[in-house]
């Protein structure tokens, strides 16, 4: 069955320092990952996704995430936090096929302090 | 361009009644999305919709359906409402891939604001 985890309900940075939100997937085949941002009262807006090629992607605001297929993960970083970075974060995965369901895990909160 | 717009923003209703939510795709878009977001529970996947049929459904009980018009447009209905089914009712949706095909996962959803539904 596909699944996503993120073992981590909350994370709290200082602003400036690196920032890490984790993310595991369980996909038959190759997955498509994505992440997404949801802020206050608002929908979720895309961040990035990983779909074939260069295990490193590039997103908005200067957010980017590393799959790693031994390790089924596909963490999301920023080099340095804002505090605008402040969000709710959710990991996502799909795959081709005519039973697409897009799967979400439970999201990671995301406090940067000032 | 307008985005993916959802009503009503806020509903409350009691136990056992019917609840209707609505949602309008951005332009072009042919599937449609039902996802629900309970506290602690992360994004539920409710329903999916492409050119008016139902092409999955998640575990959500048979009360749960809805149904997607000849404009793209869809609506969620709820029958019987229970206390747990409170919770932000978000829409998505979402093109065809290059191939004209529904069921390519690479493509990015785009969501709306959500309908808060409050069951007392």
């Known amino acids: 069955a596909q699944s996503v985890a993120q073992p981590e309900d909350q994370v709290n940075v200082a602003e400036g320092n690196p920032l890490t939100v984790k993310c595991t997937y369980s996909?038959?085949?190759?997955?498509?990952l994505f992440w997404y941002v949801q802020y206050p009262n608002r929908g979720l807006q895309f961040l990035l996704k990983?779909?074939?090629?260069?295990?490193l992607v590039k997103g908005s605001y200067g957010f980017e995430a590393e799959f790693n297929k031994s390790q089924t993960s596909f963490h999301l970083k920023k080099p340095s936090a804002l505090v605008s970075d402040s969000a709710l974060y959710f990991c996502a995965s799909s795959r081709w096929g005519r039973d697409d369901k897009i799967i979400f895990g439970k999201g990671t909160r995301l406090h940067i302090l000032p | 361009e307008a985005g993916v717009t959802q009503s009503p923003t806020h509903l409350i209703k009691t136990r056992g009644q019917q609840a209707t939510l609505r949602c309008s795709p951005i332009?072009?878009?042919?599937?449609v999305y039902w996802y629900q977001q309970a506290l602690g529970l992360g994004l539920q996947f409710l329903l999916w919709y492409d050119e008016g049929e139902e092409r999955n459904r998640g575990n959500f009980p048979p009360r749960f359906s809805g149904r997607q018009f000849p404009n793209y447009s869809s609506e969620l209905n709820v029958n019987a409402l229970e206390l747990e089914d409170s919770a932000l009712y978000l829409c998505a949706s979402r093109s065809r891939d290059r191939d004209n095909l529904p069921y390519s996962g690479a493509n990015v959803l785009t969501f709306g604001a959500g309908s808060r539904l409050t069951v007392l």
């Open positions: 332009s072009g878009h042919t599937s």
């Open positions: 996909v038959s085949g190759n997955p498509y």
């Open positions: 990983y779909i074939t090629g260069d295990n």
